[in-house]
């Protein structure tokens, strides 16, 4: 079993950054391929940004790439988001999650954090 535990979020401007953390306990995400999903109010959660065990592969949403960057620190068993030049579009409960495979199907990754609420003012 893997536990994470995202933290980070807030209420920012427009134009504004955050870096959000997901910390996992119970078990090493060496493993891991780690997501980062958003889900907007009235929204379906969506996808954000993966990257794999190694670090080597990412991917992104084509909405946040080149503004947003997936990084990973396996001996902190933890995974980051920073997020630059933010929009109110931006705002929603972002939630890490750990998978086998690199990929941005929500269906296949099997252990997700409870969430933490970005707010991005106009």
């Known amino acids: 079993q893997v536990q994470l535990v995202e933290s980070g979020g807030g209420l920012v401007q427009a134009g504004d950054s955050l870096r959000l953390s997901c910390a996992a306990s119970g078990r090493t995400l060496r493993s891991y391929a780690m997501g980062w999903f958003r889900q907007a109010p009235g929204k379906e959660r969506e996808f954000v940004a993966t990257?794999?065990?190694?670090?080597?592969?990412?991917r992104y949403a084509d909405s946040v790439k080149g503004r947003f960057t997936i990084s990973r620190d396996n001996a902190k068993n933890t995974v980051y988001l920073q997020m630059n030049s933010l929009k109110p579009e931006d705002t929603a409960v972002y939630y890490c999650?750990?998978?086998?495979?690199?990929?941005?199907?929500?269906?296949?990754?099997?252990?997700w954090g409870q969430g933490t609420q970005v707010t991005v003012s106009s």
């Open positions: 990257i794999s065990w190694s670090g080597g592969v990412t």
């Open positions: 999650a750990a998978g086998l495979v690199v990929v941005t199907t929500e269906s296949r990754y099997d252990y």
